[in-house]
Every structure is written in structure tokens, then in C-alpha cells.
């Protein structure tokens, strides 16, 4: 563990290298990737008992068509729609979707959508089978029965919660989660043709997401050969292809490999997220910004930070990042922080604090709150109020220096 900051506030030490490795990972849920994957739900149901589904979704992916494209596949398998996903949903949009699912003797949840989609299906296949208010369930493991089955179908490339045990929800202004083991779907069908439509905004903001979550979980303490592997391939398909898909939305080499680069970031967030995560927290609710905009600005900082405290590790990263390798692990956080940066600007994600409003007199709140609200037990680099403040000091004015 290292104190983050620069000195004389911290002393910076590279973290210690394992002699004897050891670690687990679970994941119960059959994954099919492909264009064209998502004319399997109607077996995949069939294999799973179903007869009558409740699809979660949005009220976007009613009107693109997106969810006729699904529902066209199902085979005969009965459904209903569920469309009153909003974006970083509310602790009430679970409870409204808590009240549907227990209407009716539903047996399969199909969640079709981005993140906020699938989350709030995970959770309703979850609250189908667990009493009580939506609230109750705000932590971690606090789900006891068996959830419904569940089948995941991703429309952005992003947030890899078609593999993840964790639905995030507003409480009170402030992002919480839901997290059990139980959540992990029953089947994801990842299909590249269903984000051929994403716009550019959003397609730089779930990039960036996925960006960020292969490159979080690649940095933290809780990192194994499985994650890693994933979240390096994740990166470099990420980085060679977000502005292409951002540029030319019909590319779809860049699509597939952008969709393929999300799942790997799906695959690793087994490790958990760091600290740009908590810090994206602070700032998505608070000013109105999309999940991957909020976490893609302090990426480049995260990166420049951690080097040194994760110094055996930034070769590979540069390398994953196309940035030479050859300098030393300080070196090479600034140079890969750089990299993330321009990779950000190449789509138009803000890259400092002020740019999306934050005053200098708003620094010391957001520091207190990302450390008292989002700690990361899991982050190799130890944060206090000073060296946290001085963090978000140099995000507001654009400061990549460790």
C-alpha cells in the first residue's frame, strides 16, 4: 500500500511482488459474442424453462426498435415490456421495477439496454423471488433466495454489466449499489449489431467506461492473471478503436472490437475498481454527467498516480496503451496518463474539473466525500484528506503530475 499524493505528503514505494499467488474468480454465466447473437435468446429462454419473460428496458430502445429486434427472437416465449429505465436510475425506478416483476408469475428477466438496463434487470430478478422495499436491498449481499433467471442483452459498449454482480442506484443524490453474487445473469448475448446505432456522444461515453474498467481493475490490489489478461487485450482493443467507432459509427470492425474490449472490461471488474470510480461518483450526479464521462475524466490522473505504486505493472499497461515501454515506471505514467488523455479529447470527454463546472470552492467537499462515501480498500495507493485533496486540485486545473 502506498499513501497517494506527492512527497513530503507521502513516500512513494513500489507494491511488493507476490511469491505465492492466490486467488479465485466466479462466473456462472454463459456468454455468447457474435454479431448476429441475439437471434439465440429464443433458445437460450427455452433452455432456461421460460414462459414468461419481463423485458427491462428504456423508452430509447422501444422507439429504435431495438427491443422488437429481441423480442422478434424469443420464439414464442410470452413477454412484457418493462420501459421506465432512466439513466443512472433512482432507488425508486428498482422499486417500481421490484412492484412489476412481483405483479405477475414471471419466470425469466431479459434486461436490453446499457448499463442502467441491465442493472435494473439483474435487480428485478433479484426482487422477484426477495420481499420487501427496493432499499432493503442498498449494500452488499443482502439478497438470500435464488433469483429468477436472467438473460443480459448489451446495446452500448461500455459498462460490462452483462457479466458483473453489482446494480448501481441514486439514493438521496449519492450513487449506491446492490450487490450479491445472486445478480450474475444466467446468459449474456453480446451482439456488435445492436450498438451500430449509438450516437457519438454515447459511443465516447460507454468507450470510455470500458476504458476505464479494464484499466481500474488492471491497477488494483485485487488483481489476478485472469483480470489482467482480460483487462489488457480489453484496453488495447479500446484504444485502437474508440475514435474509429466514434468518427465512423458503420465501421463495424470497430464496433465488434469495441464491444469486445467492454466484455473483457466486464470480465476483469472482478478485481474491483479503484479510485476513478469513486471520484466519478462524486461528480455524476452533481453535475448531470453520463457514467462514463464522469469516470473518463479522472483516468489520465488515476493513471499518472498510481505508477509508482503499481511500478511492475506499468510495462505491460504501456504497452497496452501503444506507449513505449522503455522509461522508468514514473516515466511511464506520465507518458500513458498523456496517452488516456488525448484518447479522451479524440471524443470529446471533458478532461478537467472545470470543464464541466466544478468550482475550486467545491474541491474540498468532493475530496471528503469521495474518501467518506467511496472508499476502495481494494486501491494499492492510500489516500487521506490531504493527499485526496490535492488529487482533485490538480483535476480541476489539469495537472497530470504524481
Same mark, same amino acid.
Given at each position: 500500500m502506498q499513501l497517494g499524493g506527492s512527497p513530503p505528503e507521502s513516500v512513494k514505494k513500489p507494491s511488493r511482488i507476490l511469491l505465492l499467488l492466490k486467488f479465485s474468480y466466479f462466473l456462472p454465466t454463459k456468454l455468447t459474442f457474435g454479431f448476429g447473437s441475439v437471434k439465440e435468446i429464443g433458445a437460450e429462454a427455452k433452455?432456461?424453462?421460460?414462459? #414468461? %419473460?419481463?423485458?427491462?428496458?428504456? #423508452?430509447?430502445?422501444?422507439?429504435?426498435?431495438?427491443?422488437q429486434k429481441v423480442t422478434d427472437s424469443l420464439d414464442g416465449t410470452a413477454f412484457d415490456v418493462f420501459d421506465e429505465v432512466e439513466a443512472e436510475p433512482r432507488v425508486e425506478v428498482a422499486q417500481s421495477v421490484a412492484d412489476r416483476v412481483r405483479s405477475k408469475p414471471y419466470d425469466l428477466v431479459i434486461g436490453v439496454g446499457g448499463g442502467?438496463?441491465?442493472?435494473?434487470?439483474?435487480?428485478a430478478a433479484g426482487f422477484a423471488s426477495n420481499g420487501g422495499?427496493?432499499? %432493503?436491498?442498498?449494500?452488499?449481499?443482502?439478497?438470500? #433466495?435464488? &433469483?429468477?433467471?436472467?438473460?443480459?442483452? &448489451?446495446?452500448?459498449a461500455g459498462t460490462g454489466a452483462e457479466l458483473t454482480v453489482t446494480s448501481m442506484v441514486t439514493v438521496g443524490g449519492h450513487k449506491q449499489w446492490i450487490n450479491s453474487p445472486l445478480l450474475l445473469p444466467s446468459v449474456a448475448l453480446v451482439d456488435p449489431e445492436l450498438t451500430m446505432?449509438?450516437?457519438?456522444?454515447?459511443? %465516447?461515453?460507454?468507450?470510455?467506461?470500458?476504458?476505464?474498467?479494464?484499466?481500474?481493475?488492471?491497477?488494483?490490489?485485487?488483481?489476478? &492473471?485472469?483480470?489482467?489478461?482480460a483487462a489488457l487485450y480489453g484496453i488495447a482493443l479500446i484504444v485502437q478503436n474508440l475514435q474509429k467507432a466514434f468518427e465512423s459509427g458503420g465501421d463495424r470492425l470497430a464496433r465488434e472490437s469495441m464491444s469486445l474490449g467492454a466484455l473483457m472490461g466486464g470480465i476483469a471488474l472482478q478485481a474491483k475498481m479503484v479510485y476513478g470510480h469513486s471520484i466519478g461518483y462524486t461528480i455524476a450526479t452533481r453535475f448531470r454527467l453520463p457514467h462514463g464521462v464522469s469516470c473518463g475524466l479522472p483516468l489520465p490522473y488515476i493513471i499518472s498516480n498510481y505508477a509508482v505504486a503499481c511500478a511492475p505493472k506499468m510495462k505491460k499497461l504501456a504497452e497496452a496503451y501503444g506507449v513505449d515501454p522503455s522509461t522508468d515506471p514514473g516515466g511511464l505514467g506520465q507518458a500513458v496518463a498523456e496517452r488516456a488523455r488525448s484518447i479522451a479529447l479524440s471524443v470529446k470527454i471533458p478532461t478537467t474539473l472545470q470543464d464541466i463546472g466544478v468550482a475550486e470552492s467545491d474541491l474540498p467537499g468532493l475530496a471528503d466525500e469521495c474518501l467518506s462515501l467511496y472508499p476502495r480498500p481494494n486501491s494499492p495507493l492510500v489516500f487521506d484528506v490531504k493527499s485526496m485533496g490535492l488529487l482533485y486540485r490538480r483535476m480541476w486545473a489539469g495537472d497530470l503530475g504524481a
Open positions: 433452455s432456461l424453462g421460460a414462459t #414468461k %419473460a419481463l423485458v427491462v428496458t428504456d #423508452k430509447i430502445m422501444v422507439k429504435t426498435g431495438i427491443v442502467s438496463s441491465m442493472d435494473m434487470a439483474k435487480v422495499p427496493a432499499t %432493503a436491498f442498498v449494500g452488499n449481499n443482502l439478497f438470500s #433466495k435464488e &433469483p429468477l433467471p436472467s438473460i443480459m442483452v &448489451p446495446t452500448t446505432s449509438m450516437p457519438p456522444g454515447v459511443t %465516447a461515453a460507454t468507450g470510455m467506461d470500458a476504458l476505464c474498467h479494464n484499466t481500474e481493475a488492471y491497477l488494483s490490489a485485487l488483481a489476478s &492473471p485472469i483480470t489482467d489478461s
